[in-house]
């Protein structure tokens, strides 16, 4: 399954299938970008990050996909399970390096995994 | 578990009062942020802090202040309640103040009344 960006806050999607949650980042001069799982009563977690200099960073069961020609940030999750059920947000470091994280998050995509 | 620490878990106060927010960030990080998550506005970073010193500033009202002690545990200050300051407040903390992940404590919910 696949999201359409920030106009479709959700995604739903078959337990063993691969999901793919799109962002569409605001600033061309980002340098740094962040996914992070919500689950419901909880703070986000950290799931992956990825520099500004890189196109692709893979962890365990997922990879992000940076294209900043278009300013567009993908998490593909790998055989997604039902514990993957939760709201996922990108966020980017509008900041400097002189004056510190701003780390600032999208709207956020729920996902919900059907078994 | 992230390792960061927050307390109390969950604040009702009346419109007016004044609350303390408080935070203990994971061992050996010296970066302390504050976020708040409403519905409406979604994560909103108020203030990040770095071995003490005010690093970036966000959307914090002039009613909030915060800050971080030597032993850089931090505390989030929220005076003069409104209705519409009720809201998740997160603190996170970072082992570098730049572009490091940040790694957030559940939250403190606080209702206004």
């Known amino acids: 399954g696949e999201s359409v960006g920030l106009h479709l806050p959700t995604l739903s999607v078959q337990e063993g299938d691969n999901s793919i949650i799109n962002c569409a980042y605001s600033n061309s001069a980002s340098d740094y970008f962040i996914w992070y799982k919500q689950e419901s009563g909880k703070g986000p977690q950290f799931i992956i990050d990825?520099?500004?200099?890189?196109d692709k960073r893979q962890g365990q069961r997922v990879t992000v996909l940076l294209n900043k020609t278009v300013k567009h940030l993908s998490l593909q999750i790998a055989a997604t399970q039902p514990g993957d059920s939760a709201v996922y947000f990108c966020?980017?470091?509008?900041?400097?390096?002189?004056?510190?994280?701003?780390?600032?998050f999208g709207e956020g995509t729920q996902l919900t995994v059907n078994p | 578990d992230s390792g960061v620490t927050q307390t109390p878990k969950h604040l009702i106060t009346a419109t007016g009062q004044r609350v303390t927010l408080r935070c203990s960030p994971r061992s050996g990080d010296l970066s302390v942020y504050w976020y708040q998550q409403s519905l409406d506005q979604g994560l909103q970073f108020l203030i990040q802090?770095?071995?003490?010193?005010?690093?970036a500033k966000g959307n914090i009202l002039e009613r909030f202040s915060a800050q971080q002690f030597p032993d850089l545990h931090s505390e989030l200050n929220l005076s003069s309640l409104e209705l519409g300051d009720s809201a998740l407040y997160f603190c996170?903390?970072?082992?570098?103040?730049?572009?490091?992940?940040?790694?957030f404590g559940n939250g403190t919910r606080l209702t206004v009344t």
């Open positions: 996170a903390s970072s082992a570098h103040p730049y572009n490091s992940p940040l790694h």
């Open positions: 966020a980017e470091n509008m900041g400097l390096e002189t004056s510190g994280s701003r780390l600032t």
């Open positions: 990825i520099r500004s200099n890189m």
């Open positions: 802090y770095y071995n003490g010193e005010e690093r």
